[in-house]
């Protein structure tokens, strides 16, 4: 990048941040006296920054667009849900024993925004903040499974990279697969981004009920035989949705006759009594 692109992309920014003030509306000269920069250059910044939704202009001036607010709303479930997520995460760590992260969907990729490792010696390494493939995960399946049709099929049409002989690359297959993970709640991956490791994921969902992360355990296979997955689902569905109650969310509850809770909300109802069934073969991954 150039220096005068950066000098650019300097002056963006001091540009927005001007509109901090909380003032109804600032115009060209008042922008341009605070910058010390030319109104040209200020008028050139302006309309840039319109066309992108960032700035929006009537005849009282320039003001912040709906797209600033928009990002605005993003960090803020980002900062709400660190806040919410924290205690949740120890609680399912000493419940499973097991590393467990919370990721949010960018793109094709996970990104895991909060992470506590396993006190096991042998434990799965996975900073804070790394990026994977959505399509071989079980907290991408989990946000991929809840997107509206549209956006899901945009995702289904891109490549699906194979990083294992497990991996599903076929678009129909992974269509399945995620019709599955909304309908039963949850979602598992087994080999499927890595050889040797597994994973469950559940959604966590916000006040209004929209899917905004997905809580999830990793392991070691070795460690996670199909009885113990069967242990990890049920616990990690329990702490998604206590990750969703401290952001508000309040899904319907009943009773049934058989004591077991059940929880109904935008997804098909989630038994939190029983473990859910996890079926050991390579398709349930």
């Known amino acids: 990048m150039t220096d005068a692109l950066l000098s650019t992309v300097r002056n963006a920014a001091r540009l927005l941040k001007e509109f901090r003030t909380r003032e109804e509306a600032l115009g060209v000269s008042e922008l341009s006296r605070r910058l010390g920069l030319g109104k040209s250059v200020v008028h050139r910044l302006l309309v840039t920054l319109a066309a992108e939704g960032l700035i929006e202009h009537d005849e009282r001036g320039y003001r912040l667009g709906i797209v600033m607010y928009e990002l605005g709303e993003a960090v803020r479930v980002h900062m709400d849900l660190h806040a919410a997520a924290a205690p949740v995460l120890v609680h399912v760590r000493e419940q499973t024993g097991e590393s467990v992260q919370v990721g949010v969907l960018d793109g094709a990729e996970v990104v895991y925004v909060d992470r506590l490792e396993s006190a096991h010696s042998l434990r799965l390494l996975t900073e804070t903040g790394r990026r994977v493939p959505a399509h071989c995960t079980s907290s991408g399946k989990v946000l991929l499974a809840h ?48 050889v040797g490791v597994a994973s469950l994921a559940a959604p966590v969902r916000d006040a209004s009920g929209a899917v905004v992360a997905a809580l999830s355990v990793a392991a070691p296979v070795a460690r996670v035989g199909a009885k113990q997955r069967r242990k990890i689902a049920a616990d990690v569905v329990e702490g998604a949705e206590a990750v969703s109650r401290r952001l508000g969310h309040s899904p319907e509850r009943s009773v049934p006759s058989s004591g077991t809770v059940t929880v109904t909300g935008v997804v098909p109802p989630v038994r939190l009594g029983p473990a859910p069934q996890l079926s050991t073969d390579r398709s349930d991954a």
Not at 149 to 174: F, K, M, N, S, Y
Not at 177 to 183: G, I, K, T
């Open 147 to 194: 997107l509206d049709p549209v956006a899901q099929e945009g995702h289904l049409e891109r490549p699906l990279a194979r990083l294992t002989p497990h991996t599903i690359t076929e678009p129909d297959v992974l269509r399945a697969e995620l019709r599955r993970v909304r309908a039963q709640g949850w979602a598992s991956a087994v080999d499927e981004r890595e």
